[in-house]
């Protein structure tokens, strides 16, 4: 459902940005979100193996405008955004040619696997490391905000820890929390959308 509000120059959103999106479907667009995949009507495939718009519209859970189409396959979803297709024609993937294409290729390769009953790849993007690291950076700038000083905040996060107020400035911990606060508030500030990507090397 589309909402307007009256300081959005009259527009609609996708989404409605009073609520959260615990309790509403969020689409990224292909652009944002490299696993979003564009899908459009292509030639005839080499074999047997082919994709249709109904074999797309089976596993949908959700549906967006007819365009925008959430997959459930194998306990995982799968988004994918329909661009001049036709119901009587096989589909084929529209992969962008940017940064993102690696990421875009392994996408295509997860759902193609899912699609056709093979063995799908891990997802590299949200690792278990990754996963951590992030909620230690919003624990950490969630303190932060309520003003607790590093020290308070590595005594917490590390409770074996016991830091020496002598020492502390130099303290390889410290250095480890103001990382943590440094890279938490770039997610605040629109970084979390680095998580719809691989992981990257600086």
């Known amino acids: 459902m589309r909402a307007s509000l009256p300081n959005n120059g009259g527009c609609d959103f996708v989404a409605d940005p009073r609520n959260s999106a615990l309790v509403q479907p ?13 899908f459009t009507a292509g030639p005839n495939p080499a074999g047997d193996l082919r994709l249709s718009v109904e074999d797309l519209r ?5 549906e967006h405008d007819a365009r925008l189409i959430r997959l459930v396959l194998r306990g995982e979803p799968h988004d994918v955004a329909l661009v001049d297709v036709d119901d009587a024609c096989p589909l084929g993937a529209f992969v962008m040619f940017d940064e993102l294409t690696p990421d875009r290729l392994t996408a295509v390769e997860r759902l193609w696997h899912a699609m056709f009953g093979k063995r799908v790849p ?11 690291r992030a909620r230690l950076m919003l624990r950490v700038l969630d ?3 309520a003003s607790a000083s590093y020290r308070r905040i590595a005594e917490q996060i590390f409770p074996n820890l016991k830091p020496d107020a002598a020492t502390w400035d130099e303290n390889p911990v410290r250095i480890t929390i103001a990382r943590l606060a440094r890279d938490g508030l770039s997610y605040v500030r629109g ?8 992981p990257r090397r600086r």
Do not use: N, S
């Open 143 to 145: 303190a932060r905000f």
């Open 58 to 62: 089976t596993h949908a859970i959700i």
């Open 191 to 198: 970084g979390y959308r680095t998580l719809l990507r691989r």
């Open 122 to 132: 891990t997802d590299p993007r949200l690792t278990p490391q990754r996963r951590h």
């Open 26 to 38: 969020i689409f990224w667009t292909p652009q944002t979100d490299p696993a979003t995949l564009p």
